[in-house]
């Protein structure tokens, strides 16, 4: 715990994010104790709000994990946004338009000018990418000529391909130096995804297995239950591929397939994470989707083109899968299939290792012609239910000799009934302390995209229309002969 004061400052305050996420992870590590003694939060919106209005705002969504609801302050003190004074506090309720741009970047800076008064200050720049660089050219300019460090996390969307992520990389390199950056991917502070180096590079059962001469595919899924619900604007001009694929399930990639780094030191890992390694995404290994209305149960569920802020006959996929490679010795010829979508029938993140057959198995006659349903398969289920669980072939008690598939399983719930830390506490604490394993560096970043635009621009020019499916099923059809190609099948499906 350090002992010097800290100031962090949401810029992006009335957001969504905020509100769900940023908030309620520094509570909790508030609550837990994990702050500085002497700190104070600032918060900056395009919502017109006064202090009352923020800290009412804010408190409805202060969860912990102690799993109690607040719906008023805790009497304990912790100090929601700023400690201005009066006069100041009225500009700081400006506007963030960028039409208002000479208003509110002077409002921002007297706040800056605030934050500037403790030793060490951190930016959490959650805000559009329109007015991203006049707010990062003020905390930048500022920044340098005051004592303690300035670091910045910024959230995605980083641009929307290679050119436009390039532009937002000068940018930032212009005001601070890459030390002062942290890109976040929540996903790499999720549990399950830490522990994903833990349980190779600490258990001889599976570190020798992790090579092509073992693992047949492996799968990282992404299913929420839900539709882009008032996201639609932001979601629209990004689309799944973009939204989850080229960040979040591609960092798990990365992690999952890398060489043993030197050590586990930010950059030893970031140097092994292997998206150099990778073959740029072609449009015949991607399939794209999108939902349709459907009625279940006398509930009817819209269309993603039903949300009035998606423009009519948007081709944007909300679903997607894809087939990558790593164009390296331990992993030539193993696919990679990614698959992620809204609105499916249900919410769930995981990462699926299936491994090879077992040559001349002994016992391959007791599965019948379906040989496939005899190999191991390793899953780490992110969320929810936090579990990993490995499929084995087993006897079925009793005289005959029947096998099943059955499950070695560490479900966490049962094992360590503390509950788990939300990503965003692990990352922000991360960034208090200068740690930056998990955050993306910006040569990821660029290789990230270097992967993904070639085909998402393909894929715009040639105006591919999405395979449709109901909102709440298993999503499009395409997916399968996607597998079927290399041979492998979902493992989510059975
Ligand atoms: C965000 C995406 O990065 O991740 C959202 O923009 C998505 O579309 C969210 O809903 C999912 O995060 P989590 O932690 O709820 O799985």
């Known amino acids: 715990k350090e002992e010097s004061t800290l100031s962090i400052t949401v810029v992006g305050a009335s957001g969504d994010l905020a509100k769900k996420k940023i908030f309620p992870a520094l509570f909790a590590l508030f609550y837990e104790d994990w702050l500085p003694e002497n700190f104070t939060v600032f918060g900056y919106a ?3 709000m006064n202090d009352e209005e923020l800290r009412n705002m804010i408190s409805g969504t202060l969860t912990c994990r102690v799993n109690q609801r607040f719906s008023t302050l805790p009497d304990l003190s912790f100090p929601i946004p700023h400690d201005l004074n009066a006069d100041t506090r009225e500009h700081l309720q400006g506007k963030l338009p960028h039409t208002a741009k000479p208003s509110y970047l002077k409002n921002f800076e007297l706040l800056i000018e605030a934050a500037g008064k403790v030793s060490n200050r951190l930016f959490y720049l959650s805000i559009p990418p329109n007015i991203f660089v006049d707010v990062v050219r003020s905390v930048g300019l500022r920044a340098s000529s005051l004592n303690g460090w300035t670091r910045v996390i910024v959230e995605k969307p980083f641009g929307r391909d290679s050119e436009s992520s390039g532009e937002l990389t000068r940018c930032l390199k212009q005001y601070l ?9 929540h996903y790499l502070g999720k549990e399950l995804v830490e522990n994903l180096s833990v349980l190779r590079f600490s258990n001889l ?19 929420e239950d839900f539709g882009t619900e008032g996201r639609g604007g932001y979601f629209d001009n990004y689309g799944i591929i973009r939204d989850i694929m080229q960040n979040h399930l591609l960092q798990i990639l990365a992690l999952f397939a890398m060489e043993t780094p030197v050590s586990l030191d930010a950059e030893d890992v970031r140097n092994e994470k292997s998206l150099r390694s990778m073959k740029p995404l072609k449009l015949g290994d991607v399939i794209v989707g999108q939902y349709k209305g459907h009625s279940k149960s006398g509930r009817s569920y819209p269309a993603y083109t039903d949300d009035p802020t998606v423009p009519k006959g948007s081709l944007t996929p909300t679903f997607a899968a894809a087939a990558l490679f790593i164009n390296n010795a331990r992993w030539d010829g193993v696919p990679f299939l990614m698959k992620a979508g809204k609105a499916l029938h249900t919410r769930r993140a995981e990462v699926r290792v299936q491994f090879r057959h077992v040559p001349g198995n002994l016992y391959k006659r007791n599965f019948g012609t379906d040989l496939d349903m005899a190999t191991n398969e390793l899953v780490l289920r992110v969320q929810p239910d936090e579990a990993i669980y490995l499929r084995i072939n087993n006897k079925v008690p009793g005289l005959g000799m029947r096998l099943d598939r059955s499950n070695l399983n560490l479900l966490y719930s049962a094992r360590y009934p503390r509950e788990i830390p939300d990503a965003y506490e692990r990352l922000l604490l991360d960034a208090m302390a200068g740690e930056r394993r998990l955050f993306i560096r910006s040569d990821e970043l660029d290789a990230a995209w ?17 395979e449709l499916y109901p909102h709440g099923s298993r999503g499009p059809v395409g997916a399968h002969y996607l597998a079927a190609k290399y041979n492998v099948r979902w493992g989510d499906l059975g």
Do not use: C, G, H
């Not at 059962?205 to 299913?223: C, G, K, M, T």
């Not at 270097?450 to 999405?466: G, N, Q, V, W, Y």
């Open 177 to 185: 130096t890459e030390d002062q950056i942290f890109r976040i991917d």
């Open 46 to 48: 395009r919502t017109k």
């Open 450 to 466: 270097a992967l993904f635009t070639p085909m998402l621009k393909e894929l715009e020019e040639k105006k591919i229309a999405p």
């Open 205 to 223: 059962v599976f570190e020798p297995l992790w090579s092509r001469d073992y693992i047949r595919s492996v799968q990282l899924i992404f299913s």
